[in-house]
C-alpha cells in the first residue's frame, strides 16, 4: 500500500531525529530538562535507575552513543535494520523508566512511548530482514561470503502474519506520536536557546559532597 510505505520514511525520519536530539543533549547540553554530562560535574544523578546508570559512567554514555549512532543512521536510511535492532536496547529500558514512573508525566509518557511505538512499527515494516533470524532450527555455514537465502520457516510466517494488521493499526499512530514527539522537543530546544539552565535551575538537586584536604 502506498500511504504505508510513505508513512514508513516518515516514522523513520521522526524516530531518527528523536534518537540524534536525545542522544546528541547528553554530550552537549540543548534541552534544559534532559540530563547532560555538565550537569552531574557539581550535583548528584537522581536516586533512581536513571541515576544509577549515570553514576556508573560507561552505561549511559554508550546508550547515548547508540541513540546518536542510530539516529544518524535512520535520517540518513543506512543500516537501518541493524539500527532499529540495535536500538531497542535502548528504547525498551527508556519506555519502562519513563512510562512506569510513580507519578504521570505525561512528556515522560509520550517520550517513552512513542519512541516504542514508532521502533515496534519500523521492525515490523523492515521484517523481510529478519524473516531468517526466526529460523526454529538455524545451520551454520562454512563460508560467510556466500550467501544462503533463508525464510525462517512457519514462525517467521506467523509473525508476519500477525504483523500485517498489526503494522497497518501502528502505522498512523506512529506518525501522529512522532510528530508530537519532534514538536515537543523543539519547544524544548527553543527554550533552552532562548535562556540556557542547567538541569539543577529547573528541578531539585543535591550537590555533590566537597572533599576539603587537609
Known sequence: MPWIAKLTTVVRLLLGAAYLINGTNWFFKIISPYPSMSDFVDYLPPPDIVGALIENGILF????????????????NRLVPLALVVSMAVTVPVFITDVFKPEFRLRAFLMGSGSLVMNVYLLLAYFDHYRPMLAVKAHPTDDPATPRPETGGVLAHWVGTIGRPLMRLLAPL????????????????????ASPKAIH?????????????N
Not at 174 to 193: D, F, K, N, S
Not at 201 to 213: A, D, F, Q, S, Y
Open 201 to 213: 535551575e529547573v528541578r531539585p538537586m543535591t550537590p555533590r559532597p566537597r572533599h576539603i584536604g
Open 174 to 193: 506512529a506518525a501522529v506520536m512522532g510528530l508530537a514527539m519532534l514538536i515537543w522537543l523543539t519547544v524544548l530546544i527553543a527554550q533552552y536557546a
Open 61 to 76: 554514555h554508550m546508550a547515548k552513543a547508540i541513540e546518536v549512532v542510530a539516529g544518524i543512521a535512520l535520517l540518513s
